[in-house]
């Protein structure tokens, strides 16, 4: 049998929708308006691509955003004080400076720099903490934050279920693994997180109820290392070879899509699945920075 295919698309648009009533009601009833700026240092193609694509978005709902551009050689101290700048800066809600960052910048620096309460990338150590000791009034990494609102749209609540996620980087594996963990909407998994040294990979992501795969290497998880009836989760976004599509390539996830889909109940698609959730959450994550800096109830 087919696995229902979790939809990244339509649920992000439906997240869309909500946020979107939130900052109108926030301009109607209260005149207010939540601001995100952005900081991209250098010219990595990727990165300008993602930014463009998160004040894009950011303008399209009616959030005020400010997307600031800085040469490859920008020096440390230069970024620490526009940082500083748009932590005073009462406009700004949310501050976003995207990674990577060029050798002379020492990412742990800024990242420490910036203030948490507007750290919407949620990557800032206090929000990890607090993440990690199961706060739930906090802004947490996007991604991952993504990816529990598409098991709970899906009917799919980890609450006692067994989670193995297969991937320990800050940006994806650990904030998830904490998300699951923590007590509260979401949460409440046993968690198991796998990573490059596990031991017989397969006989652990079998034990999982729900499987969640960011590992960046293209369908790496095979069919076989999947319990049936298991719902899947795939964070990965890799570009393969591909000499019959115009741009030479095409996009494919960390899990063997066709395989897993027959043994899976549900799974998320590599385009179309986790991947649309992420800028989504960064909107969602600017409004509740605001509505908290303002001390506005909604
Ligand atoms: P990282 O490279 O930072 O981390 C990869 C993790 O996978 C590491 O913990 C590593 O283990 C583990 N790993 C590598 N090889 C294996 C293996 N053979 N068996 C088990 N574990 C392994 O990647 P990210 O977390 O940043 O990203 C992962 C994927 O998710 C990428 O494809 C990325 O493009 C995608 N991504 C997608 C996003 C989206 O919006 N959809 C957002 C962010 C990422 P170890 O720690 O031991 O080295």
Same mark, same amino acid.
């Given at each position: 049998?087919?696995?229902?295919?979790?939809?990244?698309?339509?649920?992000?648009?439906?997240?869309?929708?909500?946020?979107?009533?939130?900052?109108?009601?926030?301009?109607?009833?209260?005149?207010?308006?939540?601001?995100?700026?952005?900081?991209?240092?250098?010219?990595?193609?990727?990165?300008?691509?993602?930014?463009?694509?998160?004040?894009?978005?950011?303008?399209?709902?009616?959030?005020?955003?400010?997307?600031?551009?800085?040469?490859?050689?920008?020096?440390?101290?230069?970024?620490?004080?526009?940082?500083?700048?748009?932590?005073?800066?009462?406009?700004?809600?949310?501050?976003?400076?995207?990674?990577?960052?060029?050798?002379?910048?020492?990412?742990?620096?800024?990242?420490?720099?910036?203030?948490?309460?507007?750290?919407?990338?949620?990557?800032?150590?206090?929000?990890?903490?607090?993440?990690?000791?199961?706060?739930?009034?906090?802004?947490?990494?996007?991604?991952?934050?993504?990816?529990?609102?598409? *098991? #709970? @749209?899906? $009917?799919?609540?980890?609450?006692?279920?067994?989670? /193995?996620?297969?991937? %320990?980087?800050?940006?994806? !594996?650990?904030?998830?693994?904490?998300? *699951? #963990? @923590?007590? $509260?909407?979401?949460?409440?998994?046993?968690?198991? /997180?796998?990573?490059? %040294?596990?031991?017989?990979? !397969?006989?652990?992501?079998?034990?999982?109820?729900?499987?969640?795969?960011?590992?960046?290497?293209?369908?790496?998880?095979?069919?076989?290392?999947?319990?049936?009836?298991?719902?899947?989760?795939?964070?990965?976004?890799?570009?393969?070879?591909?000499?019959?599509?115009?741009?030479?390539?095409?996009?494919?996830?960390?899990?063997?899509?066709?395989?897993?889909?027959?043994?899976?109940?549900?799974?998320?698609?590599?385009?179309?699945?986790?991947?649309?959730?992420?800028?989504?959450?960064?909107?969602?994550?600017?409004?509740?920075?605001?509505?908290?800096?303002?001390?506005?109830?909604?």
């Amino acid at each position: 049998m087919s696995a229902t295919i979790i939809s990244g698309t339509e649920i992000a648009q439906a997240i869309r929708h909500e946020t979107q009533a939130r900052i109108d009601a926030l301009k109607t009833q209260h005149n207010f308006v939540p601001g995100l700026a952005t900081v991209l240092v250098g010219d990595d193609p990727a990165s300008h691509a993602y930014v463009g694509m998160k004040n894009k978005t950011a303008k399209e709902m009616g959030i005020y955003s400010r997307q600031i551009t800085l040469g490859a050689d920008t020096p440390e101290e230069e970024l620490l004080g526009i940082v500083a700048g748009l932590n005073a800066d009462p406009q700004i809600h949310g501050i976003l400076v995207q990674l990577p960052l060029p050798k002379q910048i020492d990412e742990g620096k800024i990242l420490l720099a910036i203030d948490p309460a507007k750290d919407v990338d949620g990557f800032h150590p206090i929000n990890v903490g607090k993440l990690a000791t199961g706060e739930t009034e906090v802004l947490a990494p996007c991604t991952p934050a993504g990816v529990i609102e598409m *098991l #709970l @749209r899906t $009917g799919n609540d980890p609450a006692g279920k067994h989670c /193995v996620v297969v991937g %320990r980087s800050n940006i994806v !594996g650990r904030p998830m693994a904490s998300l *699951l #963990l @923590r007590k $509260g909407r979401g949460g409440n998994a046993t968690v198991t /997180v796998c990573h490059s %040294r596990t031991r017989d990979l !397969g006989a652990v992501t079998r034990l999982a109820d729900i499987l969640i795969v960011a590992i960046g290497i293209p369908e790496f998880i095979r069919g076989d290392m999947i319990r049936p009836g298991a719902v899947v989760i795939d964070v990965g976004v890799n570009r393969v070879d591909d000499p019959t599509r115009e741009k030479g390539y095409r996009l494919v996830g960390d899990v063997a899509f066709e395989e897993a889909k027959e043994v899976a109940s549900a799974i998320t698609p590599v385009p179309g699945g986790v991947g649309p959730m992420t800028i989504t959450m960064l909107m969602s994550n600017t409004v509740d920075a605001a509505v908290r800096l303002a001390g506005i109830r909604e």
